[in-house]
């Protein structure tokens, strides 16, 4: 079955960086576009990045511009958030996410945290 398993997330300063990583398993990876969302207490999920199968193109959201990059290793099954210049606005639990036959798989989340 589909599978998605987010890490890397934490505590980190204002400034701070960290990179997220999602681990795909049950479903051809490399066939499939991959986004990263997140969800902050009492605000509606909300999409930051999509990059196509080949990683031949990615797509950032307005608000995480030029702060946020999408990467993939389709070797390795993962699809990686890069997160830079981290504000405490940013503080949401992060999911990764991919549309396989019509159906939204999720993972579980990885709580990002952004406070001094």
């Known amino acids: 079955q589909v599978q998605l398993v ?3 997330g934490g505590l980190v300063q204002p400034g ?7 681990a795909a398993s049950g479903f051809s990876f490399s066939m499939y576009a991959m986004s990263w969302y997140r969800q902050a207490p009492g605000k509606e999920r909300e999409l930051l990045a999509t990059i ?4 031949g193109s990615t797509n950032i959201a307005d608000s995480v511009k ?3 990059t999408i ?3 389709n070797a390795k099954n ?3 958030l890069q997160m830079n210049s981290l504000k405490p606005e940013d503080t949401a639990v992060y999911y990764c996410n991919t ?3 019509s159906y939204a798989y999720w993972g579980q989340g990885t709580q990002v945290t952004v406070s001094s």
């Open 6 to 8: 987010e890490s890397g």
């Open 16 to 22: 701070g960086s960290l990179r997220l990583s999602c």
């Open 52 to 55: 196509t199968r080949t990683s």
């Open 66 to 68: 030029g702060r946020f």
């Open 71 to 73: 990467s993939r290793d």
């Open 78 to 80: 993962t699809v990686y």
């Open 99 to 101: 549309l396989v036959r």
